[in-house]
């Protein structure tokens, strides 16, 4: 059974995630949750989550549905790299997403969530997509739901096509010709550590000239921003009158009036541009004159991010089959 969900930005002003509604439980319990390609567990708020912690999230109460069975002895505690985190309990209950119907599913209920999870008001949760291998559940680690649904899907694929300031969609099992235009380009995946790790043919700034290079990186839905090898970003901010590598503001920041170039990647020998908009991220606060880019370095990471701001120039294919395949297309 194939399905197609809402990918909603949760700020109208930028674009710092993407949450789509699923149902889990019987009678069915709506939650917002973000779809990450980045990570591989699927936590939610629930009414085991301190008081303390919930600032107007939805939460998953297993205690109301009638399908949840505790995983017994199992625990999970995940730590992201910008130093979030959360941490708790298993459950298996239904799980639906875009009429795709997992019935039982892993849901990962917290005991503690970090404060960037606590002041994120519109996320009620996580639903991982990388590679299962990533699941933190011990001392047995659980399926993703993209997983559990692959055998019911028609073809083992989902896609991503997130959207500047706008609802996008993530489709499961088909991929929707009328969402891209010209060729999907499919490049390898590297499924070790469990990330949809994929190698870039390349990069060119505004209309400069096309720099061959590698560069690996993960496709990662669940990071804002795009963090890049220190040469390309040095590159491109230097074509920007103003930017700098601020320490005080934690990455490059530029004069909100500087007009900014494009930023292309190559895709084997396709390649995607990311709109100069896409690159303009935010002013650092309300009615700022300083704004700070949505393109970083990925020096301090060890990883270099396609995050969102490059995703949503693209549609993109995750291919499941064996091996796993990434594809990327215009729209
Ligand atoms: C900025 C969030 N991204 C990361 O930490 C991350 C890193 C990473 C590693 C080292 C330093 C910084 C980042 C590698 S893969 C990767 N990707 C993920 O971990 C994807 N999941 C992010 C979930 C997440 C963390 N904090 C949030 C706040 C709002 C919405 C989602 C989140």
Do not use: M
Request: negative net charge.
């Amino acid at each position: 059974e194939n399905g197609s969900a809402a990918a909603i930005p949760i700020d109208p002003r930028f674009d710092i995630a993407y949450v789509t509604p699923v149902t889990i439980g019987t009678p069915p319990q709506t939650l917002y949750l973000d779809f990450d390609t980045g990570s591989s567990d699927l936590w939610v708020f629930s009414s085991h989550t301190p008081e303390s912690q919930v600032r107007g999230q939805r939460i998953y109460s297993p205690e109301k549905s009638s399908t949840a069975k505790l995983l017994a002895g199992h625990t999970w505690s995940i730590l992201y790299g910008d130093g979030s985190g959360s941490l708790g309990n298993v459950y298996t209950d239904n799980f639906t997403v875009g009429g795709v119907t997992v019935t039982s599913q892993a849901v990962q209920t917290a005991q503690q969530v970090s404060y960037s999870f606590t002041s994120q008001s519109e996320i009620h949760g996580l639903v991982g997509l990388g590679f299962s291998t990533l699941n933190t559940v011990f001392p047995n680690g659980q399926l993703t739901f993209f997983d559990n649904a692959k055998s019911t899907l028609d073809s083992p694929v989902f896609t991503a096509d997130l959207k500047w300031k706008k609802e996008g969609t993530y489709d499961f099992g088909f991929i929707d010709e009328t969402k891209y235009t010209g060729e999907i380009t499919y490049l390898p995946v590297q499924t070790d550590p469990g990330y949809w790790t994929f190698t870039s043919s390349g990069y060119a700034v505004g209309d400069g000239a096309f720099h061959p290079a590698s560069i690996v990186g993960i496709a990662d839905t669940g990071t804002s921003l795009t963090y890049l090898p220190a040469e390309v970003v040095t590159s491109y901010w230097g074509q920007v009158d103003g930017a700098v590598d601020s320490d005080y503001y934690g990455g490059y920041v530029f004069p909100c009036s500087s007009k900014l170039p494009s930023f292309t990647f190559g895709v084997g020998p396709a390649n995607i541009t990311i709109p100069a908009s896409y690159i303009n991220y935010a002013q650092i606060t309300e009615g700022s004159p300083v704004c700070f880019g949505g393109l970083q370095s990925s020096s301090w990471l060890g990883v270099n991010i396609w995050g969102d701001v490059a995703l949503k120039a693209a549609f993109v294919v995750f291919n499941g089959a064996n091996p796993p395949t990434i594809g990327w297309a215009k729209k």
